[in-house]
């Protein structure tokens, strides 16, 4: 399996693809928690709302800031991540190519889903780089004080981001192997995560019992719920409050499994044509 | 002779109730042939190659590859095939392709350039593959296919959307890998592709094995051909000679199924039957007749 992993990574590494939704990933973070804070806080009216925004963007935030985002955008650029990973095997008809030479199914399968949770895990650890820097320029640049979480809190924040890009990321692998392609997969897993959960969420689950019962289990309610538990504000897009960190946790790795085996029992059962 | 690398029995692939793609087909590859895999387009050529690579599940019947079932990874690590059209990742180069394939296959690094250099491709080894005309395309599909050092390949449709001069190179490249020890499974269309290289055929028709046998033997012994006058005497002294059901009327001559060392005493008789016979010489039936006749579609055919 080893050899197929390194194939894969192989292929990750060399995809401009890969390069470019790392690259949004890093400029959405950086815009929206530093970029336009700082914007506001240097246009800003009064002082005490210049210190909050100036807060916000400082090393202490570096957890929040880096995964506020996860539950939507980051998210949906990891589902796309899965989803082309796998999808353009069908489009190219590579499949064939790769499971023609020696290993078996779920091998070649297993050594995919290891190369893209290292892929998941770079993205996470850019994003937390990145806004180490930043921060701690600003910081410098306004002479505050530089205080990082603990290593602790980070390694929570670092494993609980890549939780849930990973989640994301193994829908779209799941549904790039039961749709066979890449272009569906990548429309609904993004209506879904940008547009459904949030109807039921804001529309559903207040007219209707089922429907505010239902959102405790959605995975991006969950995603959102993880991040504010780890101190992401709740006026941040997709953060929420609805479960506490622990349920969010568990519940993020069942989604997580659950897709995988969906994925793998569909290359493994299904004819290659 | 070789003994058996590659054996199905009644191989059976059904889509639904009313789609049968394969079937029973029954056929044998012994080591160290070239064997053609003939049949027009949606005959079931490819459908029976995947399940012999293990990509599609029989509906039933069983085959064996190298002594292994199809598709596991030990009958996978002594094949090499190349499955419709070549597949890669479009943003690599060539040389990436192959450095992907041989760590999925687990060959070692080295292996190739030896496989590039034996399809001529090194010296484009470092263009995108989205860069490379079909008939490089082909050739990386077949390089991929060496990287193993297969006992058997497995080509399908390899010369598939060549010009001439392509068509020629890749003929001349599977008989060098046919030579020797190795063997090579060759499905195709194209009657003249399968004669020129194939030392054994399979026919396959509406997705069942109608024959198999050296091309020779498909084509039959050679028969003879006379253009005589009058034509009605002709015919009715070579019946007397050889019986009615030897004898067949086309195009204004006789074709006479006879041995074409008799065709002296033919001329004798005939002359001493005062026939005039202007021409009398041997043929031999091509492949395509022989298809045509198997298959019974006249005018219908997509085999070239």
């Known amino acids: ?46 002082e005490r709302a210049a210190e909050q925004i100036l807060a916000s963007t400082m090393p202490e935030n570096l957890i929040p800031n880096s995964i506020g985002g996860f539950p939507l955008f980051a998210g949906a650029l990891a589902l796309t991540l899965g989803a082309i990973s796998v999808g353009s095997e069908y489009g190219w008809g590579t499949l064939k190519t790769m499971l023609t030479q020696r290993p078996r199914r779920l091998s070649v399968y297993a050594a995919g889903l290891l190369a893209l949770a290292v892929a998941v895990l770079a993205i996470v650890l850019s994003i937390f780089a990145l806004g180490a820097l930043t921060s701690s320029a600003i910081a410098l640049g306004q002479s505050e004080a530089i205080h990082w979480p603990s290593t602790a809190e980070l390694a929570r924040g670092i494993a609980s981001g890549w939780l849930i890009l990973m989640t994301w990321c193994l829908l779209g692998v799941m549904l790039a192997f039961v749709f066979r392609g890449m272009a569906l ?89 | 002779m070789g003994h058996v690398i590659l054996e199905t029995t009644k191989l059976t692939k059904r889509y639904g109730k009313r789609i049968i793609a394969v079937d029973s087909v029954s056929l044998t590859v012994r080591r160290g042939e070239v064997y053609g895999f003939l049949g027009p387009n949606g005959a079931g050529k490819t459908t029976t190659l995947r399940m012999l690579l293990g990509l599609i599940r029989p509906t039933s019947g069983t085959a064996s590859v190298l002594g292994r079932a199809p598709g596991s990874p030990q009958s996978l690590a002594r094949v090499g095939a190349l499955v419709e059209s070549p597949a890669f990742y479009p943003y690599l180069s060539g040389r990436d392709n192959m450095r992907v394939i041989a760590r999925y296959a687990g060959v070692p690094k080295k292996r190739i350039e030896d496989a590039l250099e034996q399809v001529d491709l090194t010296d484009r080894a470092r263009d995108k593959f989205a860069t490379y005309s079909l008939g490089m395309k082909q050739r990386l599909g077949v390089a991929a296919t060496l990287l193993k050092d297969p006992e058997l390949l497995i080509l399908d449709e390899p010369t598939n959307g060549l010009d001439p001069a392509g068509m020629a190179d890749m003929r001349a490249l599977i008989r060098r890998l046919g030579s020797g020890e190795r063997t090579v499974l060759l499905s195709s269309h194209l009657l003249g592709e399968v004669e020129q290289i194939c030392d054994r055929v399979g026919v396959i028709s509406k997705g069942r094995l109608i024959a198999e046998s050296t091309v020779e033997e498909l084509r039959g012994g050679a028969s003879l051909l006379v253009a005589a006058k009058p034509l009605d005497r002709a015919r009715e002294r070579a019946e007397q000679l050889l019986g009615p059901e030897h004898v067949k009327v086309l195009d204004g001559t006789l074709r006479l199924d006879a041995d074409p060392a008799s065709a002296g005493r033919i001329n004798r008789e005939l002359v001493g039957a005062n026939v005039e016979v202007t021409e009398l010489r041997p043929i031999e039936r091509t492949l395509e007749e022989v298809f045509l006749e198997m298959t019974d579609q006249k005018g219908e055919s997509n085999v070239g």
């Open chain 1, 185 to 273: 997969p990548i429309g609904l897993g993004v209506v879904w995560i940008l547009g459904v959960e949030n109807l039921i969420v804001n529309v559903a689950a207040a007219l209707l019992d089922f429907a505010d019962t239902l959102q405790k289990a959605l995975p991006g309610v969950n995603a959102g719920s993880l991040v504010s538990s780890l101190g992401g504000g709740s006026d941040t897009p997709g953060v929420n409050t609805t479960v506490d960190g622990t349920q969010a946790t568990l519940v993020l790795v069942a989604y997580a499994i659950v897709f995988a085996v969906i994925a793998g029992f569909a290359l493994q059962r299904r004819d290659v044509t």
């Open chain 1, 1 to 46: 399996m080893l050899a197929s992993f390194s194939a894969e990574m192989l292929k990750l590494y060399k995809r401009p693809a890969t390069w470019v939704l790392l690259l949004v990933a890093l400029a959405l973070s950086q815009v929206f928690n530093y970029l336009v804070p700082y914007a506001g806080y240097l246009t800003a009216e009064n």
